[in-house]
């Protein structure tokens, strides 16, 4: 998120009335309370700086090839995700424009309505230039109302006509043939069209509401006096119609019409799982519940609304009249923050109190108990204990709390009391462990410590252990053959009685010495390692595996990780929190889900190196300590999920410069063409700049090129002959797409450089040379007087 987005998200909190000093929660509601989401924390806004052609949409459409389309007052602009590709008008004044000659562009910039038919056309809806449509790459335009009337609004019906709303009627076009049969011509002007599961069409007019009969408007009354109709959408067996004053719902069969409580509704778009979202003249976004219900959504309140879109990979866009055009996804977590304190919240360690709640410990905004209810409270620790920054947690088999703090302290909270326990080297932090009845694991800097105490919670007594000396202990996680791992900055050692009895290092085959995180999976007797740096490490039948950014992980540094019950790992890092949804079949690479900032997970770093970075709490929800503050996410929100499979696409190619127009999937070169350009794409609406690429060139490339994330080739030349360009693209973490995307290459040899020709002008030569020879030799013969032979 941006500085402003930041401080905006802050604004709208203290807009709640949040006093300072208060731990605010946001996120998803099967986490936290019931319509506690931040829309803004996974929004981005997208304006002229980003290549948009100007900062507002008038209408947002994606097609079936996942391309996302934006009409505006500047043009028409194409968007994979990363790239806006403008598609300009000619001016009318532009007398080299003739009737039905192909154009790259449509009649007019000033673009107001878009729509797709089943031939997979474009259909481009102007405000001052009528019609136009773009199929096979070229925009063509339609003289239909003599090329000047305003477009409002688009349908297909199944006989592939198409029914069309303008400010002179409504007309209905044969688009192959060219046919225009108009209703209602000359009168006002109709804005809106709908067809109904029973096949009828819905035209609403700027002063009526009619449905079609027989090719004529039948007028429909409206509620309360209302005439005009600025939205209209089919919904069900139904319509979902707003006039200038309400939201309805429309039951044709019956006749009835049903008032929503939505006022002045302008725009609307069902997502996912069918619900509405309707945005209003007011500035408001409301969006319909499981229970019918319309809930407000606060955050994007004000934005001057024009049109609303869902995409295939479940964001939500808004256009707007001048403050750009958003994106917006739900957000997947929810974050425990704080506001008003001097320093920022770190996230340092979290637990759960054997209560259904939970201890969270940072840096250094002290101790937290959160209720099984959702309460907060804070537990000061500083007072005679230090300066209260929290390291690590532990809970003893009585439920009292054991703290160790960042300045090398040990603290006992009983009851909500903190009292000073023991103190090992002041100023570097400990990590605390419970290892049986009264006892506890104490590291502190690279010494570890078995300490007893008492049943008052006073040290009795403590052992260095001597096998462990000079590692740094970030985590300790019992071992299934005995022992415990402990995992630190010199591998994993697998310790019993205090006795190294196994060890995992770069010797032995780790990726990096510096390990942060271990969790063994006991069915398929498998270690998985989360190094510093080093990605993900697999354990099994004596053998490691490494996966890191370059064979499928989302992330190369591992601080935590976390099962959920179904499988699936969850791991912490710098990045964000990665999925591995089935970790179990990785071979050579490993499938992985990267969440970050784009999916409300801000910040996006975790806070690791800790040992109780991250936690399962008793509800099954992962709670994850970031650089400011917590994350908690419910698996059961992301019931199935797999890496997006990408769909590569060849956007154009230059030769010299110069766009070279491509017939189908080919592409013919002029003899000796140069500096061959292909530029490529992957529609990514989500992650764009996850996105990665691989080339070959059949013939030429003798492998596949890893691109990265560039988007073109340039070949100095191509060699003689036909040849097949591929490229194929995936997400971080995902696997490549398994249909390439292809361009035939012909780069025909010049006759006179074909090899027969050279072997046949070679022969001709020799033989020129050969009967040279002899005649000059027959011509020095005769002139010494010799006789020829006869």
Known sequence: MSNIG??????????????????????????????????????????????????????????????????????????????????????????????????????????????????????????????????????????VCGGICQINDILQTPDRSLWIATSVGVLNLDPVHGRETWIGRGSIGYSRLARDSQGRIYVAGNEDFFVLVDRQLRRIPLPDGERRVPLLKASGSGLLVGTERALYRYDPAHG??????????????????????????????????????????????????????????????????????????????????????????????????????????????????????????????????????????????????WVGTAEGRLVRVVHGKAEAVGAWSIGNPINVWLRGDRRFLVSSERSMFDVRTDGEGRIVGQQRIAALEGMNVNNIVPAARGGDWFVGDRGVWRVVDNRVVERWTPREGLSSRFARALYEDKETATLWVGLYGGGLNRIRNGRVSRYDSRNGLFDDTVSCILSDGRGRLWLGGNRGITLLPAPRQAATEIESIGYAASDGLIPSEINGGYSTACHRDTQGMLWFSLVEGFAVLDPADFPDVQPARLRPRIEGVAVSGRMQKIVGSSLALEPFARSVEIHYTAVNLSRPRETNFRFRLRGFDPDWVDAGQNRSILYPSIPWGEHVFEVQARTQGGQWSPLSARLKILNPQPWYLRTWILILATALSLLALVGGTQFGASQIGLGRGETPDK
């Open 6 to 143: 930041v401080w905006l998200r802050l604004i709208w909190l203290r807009s709640m009335g949040l006093a300072a000093g208060l731990l605010v929660i946001c996120g998803p509601a099967s986490a936290l309370p019931a319509g506690a989401f931040d829309y803004r924390m996974g929004s981005r806004i997208f304006t002229s700086d980003d290549g948009l052609p100007q900062s507002g949409a008038n209408t947002v459409l994606q097609t079936r090839d996942g391309y996302l389309w934006v009409g505006t007052f500047g043009g028409l602009a194409r968007f994979d995700g990363l790239a806006f590709t403008i598609f300009r008008g000619k001016p009318a004044f532009d007398t080299s424009v003739s009737e039905g000659t192909p154009q790259t562009g449509p009649a007019s910039d000033r673009v107001l309505t878009l729509y797709q038919d089943d031939r997979d056309w474009l259909w481009v809806g102007t405000q001052d230039a009528g019609l136009s449509v773009r199929r096979q790459g070229m925009f063509h335009h339609l003289p």
């Open 256 to 401: 009835q019409w049903q008032p929503l409580g939505v006022a002045g509704p302008k725009a609307a778009a069902t997502d996912a799982d069918g619900r509405w979202w309707v945005a209003t003249v007011s500035g408001h976004l409301f969006r319909e519940t499981d229970s019918g219900q319309w809930r407000d959504v606060p955050e994007l309140f004000g934005l001057g609304i024009t049109d609303l879109a869902w995409d295939n990979e479940g964001n939500l866009w808004i256009g707007t009249g001048s403050k750009g055009l958003s994106r917006v996804r739900k957000p997947l977590f929810g974050l425990v923050s704080t506001l008003g304190w001097d320093m920022n919240m770190a996230g340092r360690a979290v637990i759960g109190d054997g209560r259904g709640g939970l201890w969270l410990g940072s840096a250094c905004a002290g101790l937290w108990h959160r209720t099984p209810d959702g309460n907060m409270r804070r537990h000061p620790i500083q007072s005679g204990q230090g300066n209260g920054c929290v390291a690590s947690l532990a809970l003893d088999r009585e439920d009292t709390l």
